[in-house]
Each structure stands twice: as structure tokens, then as C-alpha cells.
């Protein structure tokens, strides 16, 4: 199987030509409320070209499963900027890119780190200033490494790095902040007007993170900085940007579409971005969707609040280039305005990679291809993801071992030496928007250090919470959101909720408990209380006893999920007793490598609570087939594939018809 950039360059190098791309979608939204252009001459145009959320994907090559082709990444999106670049007249043509850049992937996350031997410039922002971007934005991964690595790697790029909110010291007003980067850039460029005249045009680029970073990296990020509203520092930083001189405003905004009523630090917040005065364009993304789409329906009938807002979100993983073409008009006292546009979303799938760009970042192809084949331990059992939110899993066990036997070993001699440590961690390769090839199947055998950053491909930190027996309850209502409810006898209701990723599917290792299908989520993806009156979590006990509410335990978890990540609280405000700046990943490593030969095998933790006559249909990547023998276990029924490449399960919650997880753990009687 190839690996070497040698055999990737020469097949690019032999793909198709690039012209006539057919893979891309388009929009040109009605623009209601901006005026029609003046009856004079001075017009003229902009296309602006976005990325987002490309999380180190440069080269199309899979460092996890060591396979070339991937159908996305940067060498894609290389191809086809400049394909954009050349359609436009004049350099009328700015590149910009939204934030989450600098993680994600073997290339990104390992490499560019001196201890690993690496002495270039960081790969991803090689890939950029050979692309020659013109501005960017930092996204929430941007800080997963601590600020001081963030300001050196930043320093290497030819580009201006833009970022409003992040606040290193706070002024009276946002626009007297001192901030962490600029929080906006002026570029110039000289375009000809319809006349044939040199018109100069100021486009000023206001950068925005969700604060949110401040509970994702707390422990990197608390007492360095604080993160203002995005709502809050745009609407003070764009009359600054007007002052300056800036003929055209555009939001490198780190963040979704959002819903709801306007609120105070909003996670996705585009639609209120839109409605501030004085900003021209948006380039969305954070939320790993593209707009627009088609399988959405008419590009106009997305939200009202964006609609006449340029506007385009490219996706993620280098999966689209963003394209954004502004029709501008100068009215007699000198101003420009926008007076049409149009919005593509151009697919990256089928287009060939440039070979002029592979070429660049060889040295780090090959670079990132020793550290990842470095071999640490052998596994006597495959290790997959494909059933890990119907069953207790494996690779989820591994990880949850790995962190309770380092925190047991931090906390020997500790006033909390004696309490029950528990583990917890979640999935995170389980589909969802990846896609139905987005998961980890490994063989049993060797096991190298992309096996590792496959199973656990986030840089956080390990920390140990002192909780209580409510804690732990609370916890597990709150991970169960995944699931739909289920209406008991009646067959082939999906069980996944697919607007809640898979990750936030915590498993507590050291209990053991059900969860109740029949009974509504109790909270929300956002961690807001919806059901009141609901508990799904039965039967939970700690060594075969149910636990009381007040019952003190120790858990090992991530510094992410510490500090709030996702629908959970932050119980680190109370509890934290243990922190290591170590990856956890870099433990899972160290803890395999002691042991070298390891067989993970899932201790009984969790089930579904027995629903009679209820089938429900489970969607799993197609690699599952090849694991006959955990769908055997499961009594799974192959129903075929979906429309968008899944594998279709059906499993009984009938007792007798199915097992997801032995029904001998209950300690109550049974539900």
C-alpha cells in the first residue's frame, strides 16, 4: 500500500485535468433590504475564497490507517484556488481561512512539536504561506496547546492572524481591549472598475472565536487571558474599522448559524453577526456544516436573519472551498457597497491534488510517516468503534484503564488515596457528520503510535475530580442525550439522535447501570434541564450496591470535559484535586508500551433496559460486516445500507431477543 510522497506526487501528477469542475453548488439569495446599484459607473467586483476548520488535513493521506486518497485536505482545495483564482480579472481575489487550522491530525499535532525532531516551520502553516493567504482567523483548537506555543508557531506565518475577542487584558470597551492577536486587518487591493478605471478598495477582516474556549482549555487559558461576546466585540470593532478607512467589512466569524433568541456569549452566533450594521460579508463555519448546501434545499430558504448576507460556511477537513463573489458599487460621496453576490460551496471530492503543493510538504509527509509507524505494543484482539454506542467498547475500556492507573499512581500518598477512582471517557470516531468511514478499526497485532492518536485523537490534559454519587448520576443523564427516545413494541425507530455527536457518550468505568430508552432525555445539547421529570440512568451501583447521593469518589477524566466540554458541568470549579499537562493520549501510549502485549477486553458497565418487542435501528459504519462475531454477539440484523453509506442494524431491546450488555449487572430489581 503506497505511502511514500514519491508514488502520491506522481499519481496527482497523472489525475484528469481540473477544468469544468462539476462538483459545487451555488447560491444567489434574494437580497431584501439593500438597495438597488445607482446609475453611475463605478462598479466593480470581489471574490473572496474561505476555508475553515480544515484541522490539519493538508495531504490527501490517512496517517491513521497509513492510506493515500482521501477526498479532501488542503492539496484538494490547493487545486481549486487556483482554478477560483484565475476565473477572476486583475487579482480581484482574497484567500482567507476561519479558524481551527492547527489540529487534527498526526501532521499537525505531532510533528510540529521540537522533541519529536521536527525543525521546520509548522506544517499546516507551510501549506498556507505556500497557498499565500491573505488573513486568518484563530478557531476554539487553535488554543488546545497552550498560548505560548500558539504565538510561536504563529509567528512563522507570512499571513496576519486576526482575533477580536481574546483579551489579554480587558479595557473599559471592547475597542480598548488589549487583545491576545489584532483583532482586525486592513488589506488593500487595486480593482478595475466596468470603465476600465483603477478603483482602491479597503477590506477590513474582524476576527471571532467562541468564548467558549474558555471552558474547552480552561486550565491553558485561565489567569492569560479572557474571551469576550462575539456579538459584543464585532459591534464595537467594525466603527473602529470604518474610522480606519475600510471600505468593506468582513467577519471571519469562528462560529455556526445558531437558533433561538440572541443570548450572551453564544456558541454559534451568524445569524446575530448578521443582523450588526456596517459588516458586508460572513464566512461561518465551527460546526463543520456547508452552506449552501444542497441536500438543505433552495439556497434562499436557509434562516431569514442571513438571508442578503453574503455568507458561506466551507465545511471541514478541507472537504469544500468557500467561494463568495460581491458585486460592489461607489456612490457619489465615495462609498462602496454591496449590491450582489453569490455564494458556492466548491467540493473538494474529485478534484486532484496539486502536485507543486504535495511537493512543499514532503519533508513533513515523511516526517509524520517514522513518528506514526513507531510500533509501542502489540493487541491481541481488533479494536473498532463501530459498536461502541450499543455496547460498552474495548478501545473506550483502554482509555479508561490507561487514566485510572495513572491518576492512582499521582494520587498515592494523598488524602484521597483511599476513595474508589473511577475513568471516564467517551468515543470519538462514531460517523456523524465524518461520515460512515469516520471510525477506528484497527487488527489485531501491532499496535504503532497512529493507533494511539486513532482511538484518542485530542490533545487534552488528564485531571482527577473529587464527585459525589449525584455527580455521577447527573453525569450519566447527561451523556444518555444521544439517544432517541424509544416507544416500547413498536419496531425500527432510530436510535440515535444524530444532532448529538458522539463524543459527548461518556462511559464511567468502575459502575455499572441501564439505560432507560422509554424515558426522554433529561437534558439538552446545550446542558440545559428539558425534562425535569425524566431519569434514564437505573440501577446504578458501584460493586454491585446502589450508590447513595452523598458517596465520595474519585474520577479520572480529560481537562475538556473537566471544565464543561460539551452538555456536561464543570465540575473542576469545585473538585479538581489532580491536573497533568500531559496529553492523554501520550498516557494511553505509555501505558500500552509498559505492558506491550494487551488483549482489551470491555468489563460489563453499561446496558439498554430491557423494552419488549422493540426493535431499533442502529446506523454504523459498513467495516462493521467484517466483525461478525460482535454482531453475532449483539444478535444484530444486517437491514441493508443507507443513502448515505451506513450500515443498517436492527437490535432487539426485548429480553431474550437481544444482549447489548449483560442484563446480570443490574443490582435493583429489574425495570
Known amino acids: 500500500m503506497p505511502s511514500d510522497l514519491s508514488e502520491l506526487t506522481r499519481r496527482f501528477e497523472d489525475a484528469p485535468s481540473t477544468k469544468g469542475f462539476g462538483n459545487l453548488t451555488r447560491s444567489t439569495p434574494d437580497q431584501p433590504g439593500r438597495p438597488s446599484p445607482p446609475d453611475d459607473n463605478n462598479r466593480t467586483s470581489l471574490r473572496i475564497l474561505a476555508t475553515t476548520d480544515v484541522h490539519g488535513h493538508i495531504l490527501p493521506f490517512d496517517y491513521f490507517t497509513n492510506t493515500p486518497g482521501l477526498p479532501y485536505g488542503l492539496a484538494r482545495l490547493a487545486t481549486l484556488i487556483a482554478a477560483a483564482r484565475a476565473e ?30 521536527w525543525r521546520g516551520a509548522h506544517p499546516v502553516i507551510r501549506a498556507m504561506n505556500h497557498l499565500g493567504y491573505d488573513a486568518a482567523a484563530l478557531g476554539n483548537h487553535e488554543f488546545n496547546f497552550g498560548l505560548d506555543w500558539l504565538q510561536e508557531t504563529l509567528s512563522q506565518a507570512d499571513f496576519p492572524v486576526v482575533c477580536a475577542n481574546a483579551v489579554v487584558t480587558e479595557g473599559a470597551m471592547p475597542d480598548t481591549d488589549e487583545t491576545l492577536r489584532p483583532p482586525w486587518n486592513m488589506l488593500t487591493r487595486e480593482l478595475r472598475d466596468n470603465t476600465g478605471g483603477i478603483r482602491t478598495l479597503r477590506i477590513g477582516v474582524l476576527g471571532l472565536v467562541p468564548p467558549q474556549i474558555m471552558i474547552w482549555d480552561h486550565a491553558l487559558l485561565v489567569g492569560r487571558i479572557t474571551c469576550r461576546d462575539m456579538i459584543e466585540s464585532a459591534r464595537a470593532w467594525v466603527p473602529v474599522m470604518r474610522a480606519a478607512g475600510a471600505d468593506l467589512v468582513i467577519a471571519l466569524a469562528h462560529t455556526g448559524i445558531g437558533d433561538g433568541p440572541d443570548r450572551p456569549m453564544m456558541e454559534n452566533a451568524a445569524q446575530a453577526i448578521a443582523r450588526l450594521p456596517g459588516i458586508d460579508a460572513i464566512i461561518g463555519g465551527h460546526s463543520h456544516r456547508v452552506y449552501p448546501d444542497p441536500s438543505s434545499g433552495p439556497p434562499d430558504a436557509g434562516p431569514a436573519p442571513l438571508r442578503g448576507m453574503p455568507f458561506v460556511k466551507p465545511g471541514f477537513r478541507g472537504s469544500h472551498l468557500g467561494v463568495l463573489d460581491l458585486s460592489l458599487t461607489q456612490d457619489a460621496c465615495g462609498t462602496w457597497r454591496v449590491t450582489g453576490h453569490t455564494a458556492e460551496a466548491r467540493a473538494a471530492a474529485g478534484i486532484p491534488p496539486d502536485p507543486a503543493f504535495c511537493r512543499a510538504l ?81 487488527p489485531a497485532g501491532a499496535l504503532r503510535l497512529r493507533n494511539v492518536t486513532d482511538i484518542y ?76 421529570d425524566s431519569r434514564r440512568i437505573r440501577n446504578l451501583c458501584h460493586r454491585g450496591l446502589p450508590i447513595s447521593e452523598s458517596a465520595r469518589f474519585v474520577i479520572a477524566t480529560n481537562s475538556y470535559r473537566a471544565y464543561g466540554g460539551g452538555p456536561f458541568r464543570a465540575l473542576a470549579k469545585t473538585g479538581l484535586i489532580h491536573t497533568c499537562s500531559r496529553p492523554v493520549r501520550d498516557i494511553l501510549a505509555d501505558y500500552i508500551s509498559a505492558r506491550r502485549h494487551i488483549n482489551p477486553v470491555a468489563r460489563p458497565v453499561w446496558r439498554f433496559t430491557t423494552l419488549p418487542d422493540t426493535r431499533v435501528i442502529f446506523e454504523t459504519g459498513p467495516g462493521v460486516r467484517a466483525h461478525a462475531g460482535d454482531l453475532a454477539a449483539l444478535c444484530a440484523q444486517d437491514l441493508g445500507t443507507s443513502a448515505r453509506g451506513f450500515a443498517r442494524l436492527g437490535l432487539w431491546l426485548g429480553s431474550g431477543q437481544t444482549r447489548p450488555i449483560d442484563n446480570s449487572l443490574s443490582c435493583e430489581s429489574p425495570i
Open 362 to 442: 514532503a519533508p513533513a509527509h515523511s516526517h509524520t510517516l517514522k513518528l506514526t509507524e513507531r510500533e509501542i505494543g502489540r493487541t491481541a484482539t481488533p479494536l473498532h468503534s463501530y459498536l461502541t454506542l450499543v455496547r460498552n467498547d474495548p478501545a473506550t475500556q483502554l482509555v479508561n484503564d490507561a487514566q485510572r492507573d495513572a491518576l492512582a499512581s499521582a494520587l498515592k500518598g494523598s488524602a484521597y488515596e483511599d476513595l474508589p477512582i473511577l475513568s471516564v471517557s467517551a468515543p470519538f470516531k462514531t460517523g456523524g457528520r465524518g461520515g460512515p468511514t469516520y471510525y477506528t478499526d484497527m
Open 88 to 117: 477572476v480579472k486583475d487579482g480581484a481575489c482574497v484567500l482567507l481561512e476561519n479558524g481551527d487550522f492547527l489540529q487534527g491530525t498526526p501532521m499537525s499535532d505531532l510533528t510540529p512539536h521540537s522533541q519529536q525532531g
Open 457 to 532: 485523537p485530542f490533545p487534552n490534559a488528564l485531571c482527577g475530580l473529587l464527585v459525589t454519587g449525584a455527580d455521577l448520576r447527573d453525569w450519566l443523564e447527561r451523556a444518555a442525550i444521544c439517544f432517541r427516545q424509544i416507544i416500547p413494541g413498536t419496531s425500527d425507530q432510530m436510535l440515535l439522535d444524530t444532532k448529538i455527536p458522539g463524543h459527548d457518550f461518556d462511559v464511567i468505568d468502575g459502575l455499572s447501570y441501564a439505560i432507560d430508552l422509554s424515558q426522554p432525555p433529561r437534558y439538552d445539547l446545550s446542558g440545559t434541564l428539558v425534562a425535569p
